[in-house]
């Protein structure tokens, strides 16, 4: 799942909308496995990975889609969840829904959890 061999890679990424160039954080699946688990507490790497990739800034559902290699709907179905227990947040910009990582305690035990890999980027 996900475009990332290493623990972490920083992916350059354009966004689909507005055209605005990010750098986004991915994660291999063992790494989203354990975020999952620990921090998110499900077991569903998927959560992970779109935390993750969120965790730095907003993006659309279809970008995340695109970075999780997932088709919109699954994508849409686990970032309401994750909106829901309050992991991300969601901001609605010329229509269309963008999510981020809420600040507060799962944000920082996500980079907690980064944090020994942030330096091979």
Do not use: W
């Amino acid at each position: 799942m996900g475009l990332a061999t290493a623990p972490i890679s920083a992916v350059p990424y354009v966004c689909k909308v507005s055209g605005q160039k990010e750098e986004v954080l991915l994660v291999s699946g063992e790494l989203a496995e354990t975020i999952a688990s620990q921090v998110i507490g499900r077991q569903d790497s998927l959560d992970a990975l779109l935390a993750v990739a969120s965790l730095h800034t907003q993006l659309c559902e279809c970008d995340l889609a695109t970075l999780a290699q997932r088709s919109e709907t699954d994508v849409l179905a686990h970032l309401d969840r994750l909106e829901e227990t309050g992991v991300l947040t969601r901001r609605l910009i010329n229509g269309m829904n963008y999510f981020g990582v809420a600040i507060g305690q799962t944000r920082d035990e996500i980079m907690a959890s980064l944090a020994p890999y942030l330096n091979d980027l």
